[in-house]
């Protein structure tokens, strides 16, 4: 399926934010995600089905000010 | 120092760790400063070289309070989700709160921060709103929930110092009580050291140490100004005047003409 990945398009085959941060190499990661704008917190990722053109952030830690 | 939410830090130092020369130099900062806190950002990851991970270790590494921001966001709901995320990947209730309204300047948005540290405060948030030195808008935050004010020095990352030393002092005078600590647009130590004198509790403070052509000197500099005011503060300083007053004794000078 299609999707948004950090503003790239990609062709995942995946049911699940779960799987999806999986497969694209996040597994045990310090990351945070949100799902088309809306957060959805690392407990969720497994129950949370991703539908085709949602838009899916992976954030991590970074220098701020 | 008053408490920030229940936790007293060991100094007044705030720092930033964006824009240093390289992560070393970065550390170095925080040693030879002993900056009591670090603030911190996400951003996109990527899962091939996941750069965050490594940063992360080096906060962890630094042992400091941290304070994540939502530096960027210009609507409420950006900032409220951001929020939402750094509280799950720092595991912290504390947030640096900002709401951008004006990108010449980034003047906060003072609406949409208030409306923002609302909704935090009620999901169980500690905001440490960006703000501006106006009183009302500050009034507002306390209502919300806010128990610290970070009003701007001057526009983030210009090094002018404190624009508005009136104003930052009856802040100072109006809430005697509220934590309150510059944020933002401090160059040189002595510009911390005025803020510090005034009765500010802390300054938070990025691009004059990260840019500075020493940074780690340039971060013990701002340490010992630090210092220096807050001793001044409570040393109680003497009011200005107008005209001289010689601080020689005149009694007892003998009579030469």
């Not at chain 2, 966001?73 to 939402?84: G, L, Q, R, W």
């Not at chain 2, 110092?161 to 934590?179: E, K, Q, S, W």
Request: net charge negative; proline share 5%.
């Amino acid at each position: 399926m299609k999707l948004l990945l950090n503003g790239a398009l990609i062709d995942a085959q995946v049911a699940t934010l779960a799987d999806l941060i999986a497969i694209e190499g996040f597994g045990g990661a310090k990351v945070a995600t949100a799902v088309n704008g809306t957060f959805i917190p690392a407990l969720a990722r497994v129950d949370h089905i991703l539908s085709v053109g949602d838009a899916v952030e992976v954030l991590a830690p970074m220098q701020g000010g | 120092m008053r408490d920030f939410y229940g936790t007293a830090l060991s100094n007044g130092l705030m720092l930033g760790t964006a824009q240093y020369p390289s992560p070393a130099i970065l550390a170095g900062a925080f040693k030879r400063s002993g900056a009591s806190v670090a603030t911190v950002s996400l951003r996109r990851e990527s899962g091939q070289d996941r750069a965050g991970q490594d940063f992360w270790q080096l906060i962890r590494d630094l042992g400091v309070h941290i304070l994540p921001n939502t530096a960027g966001c210009h609507s409420v709901k950006e900032a409220v989700t951001t929020a939402h995320m750094a509280r799950e990947v720092f595991d912290t209730k504390w947030i640096k709160l900002e709401v951008i309204g004006e990108e010449d300047t980034l003047q906060p948005d003072v609406f949409g921060l208030v409306d923002a540290a609302r909704i935090l405060t009620e999901d169980g948030f500690q905001v440490f709103p960006y703000t501006t030195e106006d009183l009302v808008v500050a009034d507002k935050l306390l209502h919300a929930g806010c128990e610290v004010l970070m009003p701007w020095g001057a526009p983030i990352g210009s090094g002018l110092g404190l624009n508005n030393i009136f104003g930052l002092r009856a802040m100072r005078a109006h809430f005697p009580d509220v934590p309150l600590v510059i944020d933002a647009g401090l160059g040189l130590p002595s510009q911390a050291a005025a803020a510090m004198e005034m009765g500010y509790d802390a300054v938070l403070l990025n691009t004059a140490v990260a840019k500075a052509g020493d940074p780690t000197a340039m971060a013990e500099a701002f340490a010992a100004s630090i210092k220096g005011g807050q001793l001044a503060h409570a040393a109680d300083p003497m009011e200005p005047r107008d005209m001289a007053s010689p601080s020689t004794p005149v009694i007892g000078k003998a009579f030469l003409e």
